[in-house]
Structure formats: structure tokens, C-alpha cells
Nanobody, 130 residues
């Protein structure tokens, strides 16, 4: 059974920090780019950050660069997103996502190659108050 188990969402004031974690099971962790999408009310779902498990390469959407850090612990099949200096516009439901690829750019592409598996975890709500 494939699972992406997310945790860490919550309520925080602007300028604060939260740490999201995603524990993966049921697939070969090292073959995937793993990270987070988010969706705010009335907005499109967007890719936020990902890490390529095989080599540790990281990618971030411009709006979070310098504030978010993504890391992986391959021994524990876990990806963590440290979110710092949070802003109200970071408020969203965050979804852990895994894509079978060694190219982090593919993670952000809504059209995934047919020969690449992809999995979604359940969302965790991050609320940043003004």
C-alpha cells in the first residue's frame, strides 16, 4: 500500500515557523522527487518545494525561496519542509506529493509522463494570521 503521511500543519502568526513532514511508504523512495503542493481558497494548486531523493537537489517556487527549506532523510523515507518567516499568503492546504522522476522540474509539471508514477497525500492546513 502506497502512503504519504503528512503532519505539522497548524496556526501560526506572520513571521513564525512551522515544520511539515511527509513519511512515505509502499514505493522506492530514492526513485522519486518528493515535496509539497499547496492550494489556497479561490486559487490554483501550485507546487511549492521538492527534493530529488536520489541526489538531494532541491527546488522551490519563487515566492518561498529563502524562507522554506526542504530536506530528506532517506533512511526514514521522510521529507521535511521547514517554513520560516511565514506570511498570510502562505495560508493554504499543503499536500505531500511524490513523482517518479530524477528531474525536479517534472514535479511541478501538471502533465506527468505516463511511465512515471505519482502519489498524493492528504492535505494539512497551514493558517498564517496577520
Amino acid at each position: 500500500e502506497v502512503q504519504l503521511q503528512a503532519s505539522g500543519g497548524g496556526l501560526v502568526q506572520a513571521g513564525g515557523s512551522l515544520r511539515l513532514s511527509c513519511v512515505a511508504s509502499g514505493f522506492i523512495f530514492e526513485d522519486y522527487a518528493i515535496g509539497w503542493f499547496r492550494q489556497a481558497p479561490g486559487k490554483q494548486r501550485e507546487g511549492v518545494s521538492c527534493i530529488v531523493s536520489s541526489d538531494g537537489t532541491t527546488y522551490h517556487v519563487d515566492s518561498v525561496k529563502g524562507r522554506f527549506t526542504i530536506t530528506s532523510d532517506n533512511a526514514k523515507n521522510t521529507v521535511s519542509l521547514q517554513m520560516s518567516r511565514l506570511k498570510p499568503e502562505d495560508t493554504a492546504v499543503y499536500y505531500c506529493h511524490a513523482v517518479e522522476t530524477s528531474d525536479g522540474v517534472v514535479f511541478f509539471n501538471p502533465v506527468i509522463p505516463k511511465n512515471s508514477h505519482q502519489y498524493w497525500g492528504e492535505g494539512t492546513l497551514v493558517t498564517v494570521s496577520s
